[in-house]
């Protein structure tokens, strides 16, 4: 089945150490997004890429880039993980955002900061 | 600011009791309104949007844009509905806001 396919399911990392989450899709979509959710909080978008047109929200700390190398790979990096950025986080792709289309979304990583 | 509102975090009901899960929103423009549901377990998915006016697993939503409001209704529960209900609101960007989400318990 085409989907969204986050890996790894759950991550653990230490303070200040660097860690990478991935998100492939066989949609085929134009866009990526990456949202931070925590416990009890509404998903939070981080950032998106349109192809290779990438786009960070405002309040997205720098602490947290992302790479697209492709249409079907899309990375998160947070460069040096803080306790609050103990989260999960989701991937999602769109068709085509003009038009509303719906979000598919991934299974999520949980991140966990030590 | 742009704004989806769910004031409900959990709602309990008994089975074939009528649900009612609010939603609110403060969005400039006419936004498109969706309802995503995450079962146990599961990922993230639509569950219904606004334009499309349809009828899923027994659950509808209206949109009233004089209450800003687009509430998600069934008219009898049913245990396979206990799941997370988040709210959605994008304009033909590609922003999605999302509301803080509904814990819905169906009671046996």
């Known amino acids: 089945d085409a989907m969204v396919i986050q890996n790894p399911r759950y991550q653990v990392t230490q303070f200040g150490k660097p860690v990478t989450l991935s998100c492939s899709q066989t949609?085929?979509?134009?866009?990526m997004y990456w949202y931070q959710q925590k416990s009890s909080q509404a998903p939070k978008l981080l950032f998106h890429?349109?192809?290779?047109?990438?786009?960070n929200e405002a309040d997205t700390p720098d602490n947290f880039q992302s790479r697209r190398p492709n249409t079907s790979f899309c990375f998160l990096d947070i460069r040096s993980p803080g306790l609050g950025d103990a989260a999960m986080y989701l991937c999602?792709?769109?068709?085509?955002?003009?038009?509303?289309?719906?979000?598919?979304f991934g299974s999520g990583t949980q991140l966990s900061v030590l | 600011a742009q704004r989806v509102t769910q004031p409900e975090k959990l709602l309990s009901v008994f089975k074939g009791a009528p649900v009612e899960l609010k939603c609110n929103y403060s969005?400039?423009?006419?936004?498109?309104l969706f309802w995503y549901v995450q079962y146990s377990r599961q990922r993230l998915q639509l569950l219904l949007r606004?334009?499309s006016r349809e009828s899923i697993k027994g659950f509808t939503a209206d949109l009233n844009k004089g209450e800003t409001s687009f509430h998600l209704k069934k008219p009898f529960a049913q245990e396979e509905d206990s799941a997370m209900y988040y709210c959605?609101?994008?304009?033909?960007?590609?922003?999605?806001?999302f509301g803080t989400g509904t814990r819905l318990k169906v009671l046996a």
């Open positions: 949609l085929n979509h134009n866009v």
């Open positions: 999602a792709t769109s068709r085509d955002p003009s038009t509303n289309e719906k979000l598919f």
């Open positions: 890429y349109y192809d290779k047109d990438f786009n």
């Open positions: 959605a609101a994008t304009s033909g960007t590609y922003k999605y806001i």
């Open positions: 606004h334009i």
């Open positions: 969005y400039s423009g006419s936004p498109e």
